[in-house]
């Protein structure tokens, strides 16, 4: 039986943006988890390339947002991007393998298994690596002075515009 996978408060890391691309992708997995799961009924009929289409929107989804959270490091310069840009390339290269082998079995029901590695590869990288950078990124924002500190205020135009990227 499909659980019910809903986001959680507790994953949040205080970055707006990112957080709400963090949740985006976990309602995305969820919606798939709900229309593709075992109990899912009436079985698919017709295009049995569904599920697949679904998984593959999803990985894109996933690298679109693993882009833009690069983007935000570099802005702040964060010091560890090389090392979190790797588990990136990681994590999308095993979706891939793992997309390739889905398609040669040719599902089209996605089971319990399936559902918890898929929460697991988005969520264990949520709550190990982006947590490193959040810490990371707050450190640098309550170090920044006082906002109308003069020196400051590029800084702090730097780190809001970084907040607010597309
Ligand atoms: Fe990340």
């Not at 947002?65 to 588990?87: C, N, P, S, W």
């Amino acid at each position: 039986m499909t659980r019910l996978l809903a986001w959680h408060d507790e994953w949040s890391l205080n970055i707006d943006v990112l957080d709400a691309e963090h949740r985006g992708l976990i309602e995305h997995l969820a919606d798939i988890c709900h229309r593709f799961g075992p109990e899912a009924s009436p079985r698919r009929s017709g295009d049995a390339y569904a599920l697949i289409d679904a998984l593959s929107d999803l990985g894109e989804a996933v690298r679109e947002h693993f882009k833009r959270e690069e983007e935000l490091m570099q802005t702040v310069g964060y010091e560890d991007i090389a090392e979190h840009r790797t588990e990136h390339a990681l994590l999308m290269a095993e979706y891939t393998d793992q997309l390739r082998r889905w398609r040669a079995e040719g599902i089209d029901v996605f089971d319990e298994e399936a559902q918890d590695n898929a929460r697991d590869w988005i969520l264990d990288h949520i709550l190990g690596a982006d947590r490193d950078f959040a810490k990371a990124f707050h450190e640098i924002e309550d170090h920044l002075p006082a906002p109308d500190h003069p020196h400051d205020v590029e800084e702090r135009s730097r780190l809001n515009a970084a907040r607010r990227y597309p």
